[in-house]
């Protein structure tokens, strides 16, 4: 059974930091490509970042330079480091572990506002 088990999330000002963890299991994490989606109200959810299991990254334009994602595949865990948060980047945000199939977390609310 796939587990995808977001954390991090929380209330923050517009320029601060925030750093999401997503814990997997019931995957061969090396393997899979994993992502960060996020899901504001009343939009429709976009990719954020995601890391191939080599390592190569891609990020949405509106994050690059701010947002940074990482893996540790000993942990089974992947990261989003979000600096210089704006208000605009509040939203669900949503784990994903891709090999033959998508799984998806529960997500993890983030919150940006003075």
């Known amino acids: 059974q796939v587990q995808l088990v977001e954390s991090g999330g929380g209330l923050v000002q517009p320029g601060g930091s925030l750093r999401l963890s997503c814990a997997a299991s019931?995957?061969?994490?090396?393997?899979?490509?994993m992502g960060w989606y996020r899901q504001a109200p009343g939009k429709q959810r976009d990719l954020v970042a995601v890391?191939?299991?080599?390592?190569?990254?891609d990020y949405a334009d509106s994050v690059k330079g701010r947002f940074t994602i990482s893996r540790d595949n000993a942990k089974s865990t992947v990261y989003l480091q979000m600096n210089s948060l704006k208000v605009e980047d509040t939203a669900v945000y949503y784990c994903?572990?891709?090999?033959?199939?998508?799984?998806w977390g529960q997500g993890t609310q983030v919150t940006v506002s003075p």
């Open positions: 994903t572990s891709t090999r033959f199939y998508t799984h």
């Open positions: 890391i191939f299991s080599g390592g190569i990254t």
């Open positions: 019931g995957i061969i994490f090396s393997a899979n490509a």
